[in-house]
């Protein structure tokens, strides 16, 4: 038999949770959002009489507790349950956030409750949703031996892949992932601006540019960082690059900064794929790093 959970914090990532899980035989005990109505909404979607605005009236018997509320109301929901004695002996407290360690669910401890944090890399748009948001995708789990294991189930049971990481270094997980996110876009924006310069505009931009962004990902994927690396800085193409710069200078000179730090990372890829000698690699980063 599955074992039986409650979901306090019941918006997009809650909803979903609750929803796929029930599918898959896991017992609900109930849902609590802050106001009655958001809890009403998630029970109606999940399809269950049990919901309340009181955390703690829906945890006391379940197995399993998901605090998916916003970060900033994680650790002090998870201590207000605590305090009115809301888990129980052994039960797996997990919460959903990418930025926050386990440890911020330390409160449960007191009534002999494990922690974890399971991280769905998945962006969560809509509580409403009849595909399963979380099939195929990455769930990175951190804590406990006890709540990880369990949290193993869940992810495998939900049809998503498993990552184990440092709880000590969770925070670096999440840099990672707004790294390859967010500052993908702000990547893209730096070439849109350029292209621009060169007369393309708009979304011709983006169709311009989109077959050489997939055919570099598929080059990672296959060959790796340091092989996957081409262009001007693996080739040490110190002219290019010059131009590049005396260009960039004139036409977008606000670019530049970003670029000048772009190239210098490649250099140490181009260096460690070993397409560059040291003394290419020095003369390189003098121009890079010129006034
Ligand atoms: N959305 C994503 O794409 C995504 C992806 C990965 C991970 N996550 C993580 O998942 C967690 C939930 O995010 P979300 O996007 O699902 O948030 P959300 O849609 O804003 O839902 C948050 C829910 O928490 C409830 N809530 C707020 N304060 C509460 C309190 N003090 N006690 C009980 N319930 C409370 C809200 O109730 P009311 O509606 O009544 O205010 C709402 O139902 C966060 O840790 C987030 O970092 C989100």
Redesign the pocket.
Known sequence: MKPSFAV????????ALGKFLTRKGYRLTGL????R???QK?AEIIGTNHFS?V?WEITKNSEIVFI????S??Q??CFNIAQNNGFSQNTVVL??????PSTILSPAKTCGAFTGSM???????D?KTDYNPFAGIVVSVEGDDNAVNTAREIVKDLGADFAKIKTESKILYHAAAVTASNYLVTLLDLAFKLIEEAGIAGKDAFKILKPLVEGTLDNIEKVGIPTALTGPIARGDIETVTRHLDEIGRKKPELLSLYRTLGLHTIDIALSGKTISESTAENLKKILLKN
């Not at 306090?8 to 909803?15: D, F, L, M, N, R």
């Not at 991280?119 to 748009?125: E, R, T």
């Open positions: 306090v914090g019941c918006g997009k990532v809650g909803t609590s959002c802050k106001n109505s958001s809890a998630a605005t955390a998916t509320t916003p970060d109301a994680i002090e929901t919460h959903c956030s990418g930025a926050l991280h769905p890399l998945q962006s969560f748009a509580s």
